[in-house]
């Protein structure tokens, strides 16, 4: 059986890389042009190849009878999804917050939050869902604490599914509604602070503590020489 992997994520790599070297099966691993700086010392061994899924879906196609997403940040061409099975590992719980940073989404409007395996189609994050796990959000959890624990529980699903997958003996179901979607735009459209909105104090923890993820400056409002100042927040639940 040939699979191929494409990735963006460091983590996902790794545990992909450990994974096919337990495996019979050819198993090649791509990230996207835009990813390939995390894997540069990996490139040049020969462990992973830089791939672009726009433009050459066709080479994936040809050569491998089934594919994986996990955390890619390319769209699969509909051409490529309907002529070989793929799947994608999702870090949030179909159908709500599809699209980019489901754990942001969820901590803001409250939908649940989690991972799903599923089979993908020519719409994002729709496709048959072939296994799900709900992640609880805890008053004290930033952005990045929920995902580390999204993580973790895709992980745990991708162990528990992968071989019925590869063997075509999963079963599926379709979502009974399409939830919703969430794009890169609408995250951007969150960062900049509005000083003078009225919120709840509820209200602006959530809003920090959503936007807040270890090494990345996401909320920030300009001070008044047109400067832009980040913020997060820092919660410590009692012990």
């Not at 745990?156 to 919703?180: C, H, M, V, W």
């Amino acid at each position: 059986m040939e699979i191929f992997v494409i990735t963006d994520n460091r983590a996902w790599f790794d545990k992909i890389n450990n994974w096919r070297n337990q495996q019979s099966d050819t198993v090649d691993i791509f990230c996207s042009p835009k990813g390939q700086h995390l894997f540069n010392e990996e490139i040049c061994a020969g462990l992973i190849s830089t791939l672009n899924v726009k433009s050459e879906y066709k080479k994936l196609i040809n050569n491998y009878k089934i594919g994986f997403s996990c955390h890619c940040k390319q769209v699969f061409p509909p051409e490529l999804v309907g002529s070989i099975k793929c799947f994608n590992v999702h870090p949030g719980m179909n159908p709500y917050n599809r699209g980019w940073f489901p754990q942001v989404f969820s901590i803001l409007n409250g939908l649940p939050s989690g991972a799903t395996i599923h089979e993908m189609n020519s719409e994002i994050d729709s496709g048959p869902i072939i296994a799900q796990r709900e992640v609880q959000i805890l008053d004290d959890d930033t952005s990045k604490g929920v995902y580390r624990k999204i993580l973790s529980t895709e992980f745990a699903l991708f162990d528990e599914n992968i071989s019925r997958i590869i063997q075509g003996k999963y079963t599926s179901s379709t979502p009974g509604t399409k939830g919703n979607y969430n794009s890169i735009y609408d995250f951007k459209e969150l960062c900049q602070i509005d000083l003078d909105k009225q919120v709840t104090f509820r209200e602006a923890i959530d809003y920090l503590r959503a936007m807040t993820f270890d090494g990345y400056e996401n909320a920030y409002f300009y001070s008044k020489n047109g400067q832009r100042i980040y913020v997060s927040i820092n919660l410590n639940a009692e012990k």
